[in-house]
C-alpha cells in the first residue's frame, strides 16, 4: 500500500473526466437491453466484447421493471470498463505515467502490457459487494504473474466499502478460473473447493490518493456500501508481455494489449 501515491489534483482529473463520460452517456440503449427477452444473451455480450471498448455497468438493482431507472443514471453506474487507459486521453495519460511505468519495472515487470482497467463507483447507499475473488481467476496467464493497481479516488473506509484481503492467502495458490467452455458461455473451473477463510480478512481503509497492489492471487472482496458517501476507485491490471495469456479468459480483444 502507498499512501499519496496520486495527488489529489491527479484523482480530481480522473472524477472529473468520468462525471463528463457519464454526462455524455445515454442509458436509453441500455434500456432496451435490460427489458427485451433476450436480456441475458445480450446483456452478456455487452460485457464479453468490453475488452477493448468504453461500457457502462449498472448495479443490479438499478432498474425496474419496465427497464427504466430507478434513480439518476449517475447514482446507478456501478462501473465503467474495460479499456479506458487506451482509448480515453485523460485516463491513458494517467495509466501511462513515468511513475506507474517505474513503479511497475520496481515490482519485477519489465515489459508490462496493460490489460484492463476499471472505474468503480461504489455508490452511496446502494454499491453492491464484490465476493472474495482473486484477479487470477478472471485474467490468467502462464506463469501466473498478474498485478491490481487498486487507487483509491476518495477515501475509502469500512463504512463506504473499503477493500478487504486476507493476508498470506496469495500462497494458498489459485483457486478457479473463470473460462470460456466450448459453447461459449463462462464457467468457473475450480481447483480448490475449500470456501475462503472470510474470518482472516483485514480492511484496507485508506485516504485518497492510495495505491494498493494486489497480487493477482490474493483474495479480496469489498462490502455493499449502505453509507452516504460514494468510493471512487481506479483499477488497472498489468500483465507481463512475455507470459502466455489464456486464450479461454473472458478478456479477449482484436488488437494486442499494449505497454506503457
Ligand atoms: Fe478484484
Same mark, same amino acid.
Given at each position: 500500500?502507498?499512501?499519496?501515491?496520486?495527488?489529489?489534483?491527479?484523482?480530481?482529473?480522473?472524477?472529473?473526466?468520468?462525471?463528463?463520460?457519464?454526462?455524455?452517456?445515454?442509458? /436509453?440503449?441500455?434500456?432496451?437491453?435490460?427489458?427485451?427477452?433476450?436480456?441475458?444473451?445480450? $446483456?452478456?455480450?455487452?460485457?464479453?466484447?468490453?475488452?477493448?471498448?468504453?461500457?457502462?455497468?449498472?448495479?443490479?438493482?438499478?432498474?425496474?421493471?419496465?427497464?427504466?431507472?430507478?434513480?439518476?443514471?449517475?447514482?446507478?453506474?456501478?462501473?465503467?470498463? @474495460? /479499456?479506458?487507459?487506451?482509448?480515453?486521453?485523460?485516463?491513458?495519460?494517467?495509466?501511462?505515467?513515468? %511513475?506507474?511505468?517505474?513503479? /511497475?519495472?520496481?515490482?519485477?515487470?519489465?515489459?508490462?502490457?496493460?490489460?484492463?482497467?476499471?472505474?468503480?463507483?461504489?455508490?452511496?447507499?446502494?454499491?453492491?459487494?464484490?465476493?472474495?475473488?482473486?484477479?487470477?481467476?478472471?485474467?490468467?496467464?502462464?506463469?501466473?504473474?498478474?498485478?491490481?493497481?487498486?487507487?483509491?479516488?476518495?477515501?475509502?473506509?469500512? $463504512?463506504?466499502?473499503?477493500?478487504?484481503?486476507? *493476508?498470506?492467502? @496469495?500462497?494458498?495458490?489459485? %483457486?478457479?478460473?473463470?473460462?470460456?467452455?466450448?459453447?461459449?458461455?463462462?464457467?468457473?473451473?475450480?481447483?480448490?473447493?475449500?470456501?475462503?477463510?472470510?474470518?482472516?480478512?483485514? *480492511?484496507?481503509?485508506?485516504?485518497?490518493?492510495?495505491?494498493?497492489?494486489?497480487?493477482?492471487?490474493?483474495?479480496?472482496?469489498?462490502?455493499?456500501?449502505?453509507?452516504?458517501?460514494?468510493?471512487? /476507485?481506479?483499477?488497472?491490471?498489468?500483465? @507481463?508481455?512475455?507470459?502466455?495469456?489464456?486464450?479461454?479468459?473472458?478478456?479477449?480483444? *482484436?488488437? *494486442?494489449?499494449?505497454?506503457?
Amino acid at each position: 500500500m502507498l499512501e499519496g501515491f496520486a495527488e489529489d489534483e491527479e484523482c480530481d482529473a480522473l472524477r472529473e473526466r468520468v462525471a463528463e463520460l457519464v454526462s455524455e452517456f445515454d442509458p /436509453a440503449g441500455m434500456v432496451s437491453i435490460f427489458s427485451t427477452n433476450e436480456q441475458n444473451r445480450i $446483456a452478456d455480450e455487452y460485457f464479453m466484447s468490453s475488452g477493448d471498448k468504453i461500457r457502462f455497468f449498472f448495479e443490479e438493482n438499478a432498474f425496474l421493471p419496465d427497464g427504466t431507472l430507478k434513480q439518476t443514471k449517475e447514482r446507478s453506474i456501478n462501473k465503467i470498463g @474495460h /479499456a479506458l487507459h487506451d482509448l480515453d486521453p485523460v485516463f491513458n495519460q494517467f495509466s501511462r505515467s513515468e %511513475k506507474i511505468k517505474d513503479l /511497475a519495472t520496481a515490482i519485477g515487470f519489465e515489459s508490462p502490457l496493460l490489460a484492463q482497467s476499471m472505474y468503480i463507483f461504489k455508490q452511496p447507499n446502494i454499491g453492491g459487494e464484490v465476493s472474495c475473488h482473486q484477479d487470477s481467476t478472471f485474467i490468467y496467464t502462464e506463469p501466473t504473474e498478474l498485478v491490481g493497481l487498486w487507487f483509491a479516488l476518495e477515501d475509502a473506509t469500512i $463504512a463506504n466499502g473499503c477493500l478487504w484481503a486476507i *493476508p498470506g492467502g @496469495h500462497k494458498r495458490g489459485l %483457486k478457479s478460473r473463470w473460462v470460456r467452455s466450448e459453447n461459449g458461455k463462462m464457467q468457473f473451473q475450480t481447483f480448490d473447493p475449500e470456501p475462503w477463510p472470510e474470518n482472516e480478512l483485514v *480492511p484496507l481503509e485508506v485516504m485518497k490518493g492510495s495505491l494498493i497492489l494486489l497480487n493477482g492471487l490474493l483474495p479480496h472482496r469489498s462490502f455493499e456500501n449502505r453509507s452516504p458517501r460514494s468510493r471512487h /476507485a481506479y483499477t488497472l491490471h498489468l500483465i @507481463h508481455a512475455n507470459a502466455k495469456y489464456s486464450p479461454d479468459n473472458w478478456l479477449q480483444r *482484436p488488437e *494486442p494489449f499494449h505497454g506503457f
